[in-house]
């Protein structure tokens, strides 16, 4: 069966840096997405990476290596405004989107 | 720009009750529509796709129903409401090719079937 893994929730400070990790096992790769949804709201697209390595956008960054199934976002300089749940999602052979259950964010001050 | 809207934002529903769900897309043509449907602590649960009016594919068998009238119409319908129809439900496109495939959402649908 198709598998996205993330841990459920994560705590960071404020200012500090955090690594949220995403593995997966899908029927194909067409790509893998995260995506940042607060809490009562809709999920808004944050980065797509389909080659290995490193994407960077301002202070977030994501990174996948393929042949390991796993990939990572990174934040850094964190605000308060981070708090929020991220999702891994990738596309299958099929280009569907397969969605892990999402990282909940806690910054503290 | 793009925008995409559903309605109602809540939704309070007892047990039998019909469903009718509403997202709209504006400012792209012949998009691909999807209706999700998120549960706390689980991922988004696909429940159906169209790639063209009158072209639904329906992920998961259940009581709900979906239609696309116009090209940026979707509705997302039911009969009669169950319980484990409650949830929180999301309309998205994505422009129609398959090269990037990113999503883009609407509000959100909160349905509580008491």
């Known amino acids: 069966g198709q598998n996205i893994d993330q841990p459920t929730e994560m705590t960071a400070t404020e200012g500090a840096i955090v690594q949220i990790n995403c593995t997966y096992q899908?029927?194909?790769?067409?790509?893998l997405f995260w995506y940042q949804q607060h809490a009562g709201e809709a999920p808004t697209f944050l980065s797509y990476n389909v080659l290995d390595g490193l994407e960077e956008k301002g202070r977030f960054s994501s990174f996948l290596s393929r042949s390991k199934g796993y990939s990572y976002l990174l934040l850094k300089e964190l605000q308060m405004k981070d708090s929020a749940s991220y999702l891994c999602?990738?596309?299958?052979?099929?280009?569907?989107?397969?969605w892990g259950a999402g990282t909940k964010l806690i910054i503290k001050p | 720009s793009q925008t995409i809207h559903q309605w109602p934002a809540t939704l309070v529903q007892p047990v039998g009750s019909p469903l009718s769900l509403e997202c709209t897309v504006e400012g792209t043509s012949n998009p691909n529509l999807y209706w999700y449907r998120q549960a706390a602590g689980r991922g988004l649960q696909l429940l159906f796709y169209?790639?063209?009016?009158?072209?639904i594919s329906s992920e998961v068998p259940q009581n709900l129903s979906a239609s696309r009238p116009q090209d940026r119409q979707f509705i997302l319908s039911s009969k009669k409401l169950l319980l484990s129809d409650s949830g929180f439900y999301l309309c998205a496109w994505s422009v129609g090719d398959r090269d990037t495939g990113e999503l883009f959402f609407g509000e959100g649908s909160r349905l509580t079937v008491l």
């Open positions: 899908t029927s194909g790769f067409n790509g």
């Open positions: 999602a990738v596309m299958d052979s099929n280009y569907q989107l397969i």
């Open positions: 169209s790639v063209g009016i009158g072209q």
